[in-house]
């Protein structure tokens, strides 16, 4: 007989979680309904190795995003008005009714109508947010479900619309400086397959008839040129094995580990990852602690947020020794991934009880030097990109151009 993990809502209101053993699915449901459950998540207990089912699950969750992906810019509109409407007296249920009836949105449209379903069920609005992790993040829930948690779910939906709006801005510096370099290399791409395919074969033709050898590197364009139109399927199939490879392997626990150390270290965009992660990191811890979670729920929410295998280890470390009784800015410095700035206004919030407030100044602190970060990498980009093709073509027409320098002495012979 299978086992089956739950997630429930008891007749008071409260959150359980357990496992139960039923012949199939459907009575496992009718079992917990008749302990007076309303069943939020039930699952059939994963036997497998442990580093299968990790994997199986980031894998179904980011089939899940490719399939119900939903514009930033449609999550922020959504909830700025779900805050306004719920401030203003009207129902989640009312409010998710006048939402929908508006949406443009199809995929949306079609989450929004679902949500209102289970909301009519019974459902808190973080546990049937819950259903939709293609649409809504583990911070989106963690946060709604703080507000339902604390009472103060209208602030918390308005600190969220806060924090998405500030997103979606630093996306769309990202995304508007992205669209000249992405168009440069789009025609450095093109120039340069034009000019393997049909421009430095016509040297070599004319060469032939002159009866005298090409220059060296003119020769080594030319194999490469003639070895790319011969094996062109097997390079594009090679590189899609290859980039798929390594998207399975970041899927699983040693992957995702190898990748985000990988993208701490790099220059620039290394920083730029890190000050965001530390920004999200204070935002979340202080809207939590804000709204009445626990020191530890909170961690745990956070470790769910964070999105990068290294600080979700480190949190883990930390986690266990404020367990011990260590202090929480104490336990994060003991992890070495803190730096001193968050460690100090941590420490400094623990000693005059607000750590609340003093970890959402962090969050803004943080915020700032991504935005410096993304400005400075827009003004860097472009003579960046002038450099680099400006090598890239130098390096072809040179290398093209130069039978051309012995032109003379080839039919002097």
């Given at each position: ?60 969750l ?26 203003a007296?009207?129902?989640?249920e ?8 508006e ?29 939709h ?5 583990n ?18 939906l ?13 996306q ?15 025609f ?6 034009v ?15 002159l ?71 204070g ?59 968050m ?71």
């Open positions: 007989m299978p086992d089956f993990d739950y997630i429930v809502r008891t007749e008071g209101g409260a959150r359980k979680t357990g496992s139960i053993s039923a012949e199939n699915y459907n009575l496992a449901v009718e079992k917990l309904q008749s302990q007076k459950f309303t069943v939020v998540k039930l699952n059939e207990t994963d036997t497998s190795f442990d580093f299968v089912k990790p994997f199986l699950k980031r894998l179904f980011e089939l899940e995003k490719l399939k119900n992906k939903v514009p930033l810019s449609v999550l922020v509109f959504f909830t700025r008005q779900l805050a306004t409407m719920f401030s007296g009207l129902t989640i009312r409010s998710l009714y006048f939402l929908k009836s949406e443009k949105n199809k995929r949306f449209k079609k989450a929004l109508d679902k949500i209102e379903d289970n909301i009519k069920k019974g459902l808190l609005l973080s546990d049937t947010l819950e259903r992790p293609g649409i809504f993040s911070l989106y829930i963690s946060l709604v479900r703080a507000g339902e948690v604390s009472g103060k779910l209208s602030e918390t308005e600190e969220l619309s806060n924090y998405l709006e500030t997103v979606e801005d630093t769309r510096k990202v995304k508007s400086a992205m669209y000249y370099p992405v168009f440069i290399i789009i450095l791409v093109v120039i340069l397959f000019t393997f395919t049909f421009l430095i074969p016509k040297f070599s033709s004319v060469y032939e008839q009866g005298t050898d090409l220059p060296y590197y003119t020769v080594l364009f030319v194999n490469i040129s003639v070895w790319l139109q011969n094996n062109i399927f097997s390079v594009i199939f090679v590189s899609f094995l290859s980039i798929f490879s390594i998207w399975v392997f970041t899927l699983t626990d040693t992957g995702r580990l190898a990748k985000d150390k990988l993208l701490l270290r790099l220059p620039i965009f290394g920083n730029l990852i890190q000050q965001n992660i530390l920004s999200k990191f935002k979340t811890f202080g809207i939590l602690i804000s709204a009445g979670v626990s020191v530890m729920d909170a961690m745990d929410l956070i470790i769910k947020v964070v999105n990068n295998r290294v600080y979700e280890l480190a949190l883990i470390d930390a986690k266990k020794n404020i367990e011990n009784g260590i202090s929480i800015s104490e336990s994060l410095k003991n992890t070495n991934v803190f730096p001193p700035i460690i100090q206004l941590l420490s400094t919030g623990e000693e005059t009880g607000e750590i609340d407030n003093l970890s959402l100044k962090a969050s803004e602190f943080y915020s700032k030097q991504v935005n410096a970060i993304v400005d400075r990498l827009t003004s860097l980009i472009e003579p960046m990109l002038i450099i680099i093709v400006g090598v890239v073509i130098g390096a072809v027409i040179v290398v093209t151009y130069l039978p051309i320098f012995h032109f003379g002495s080839a039919l002097a012979q």
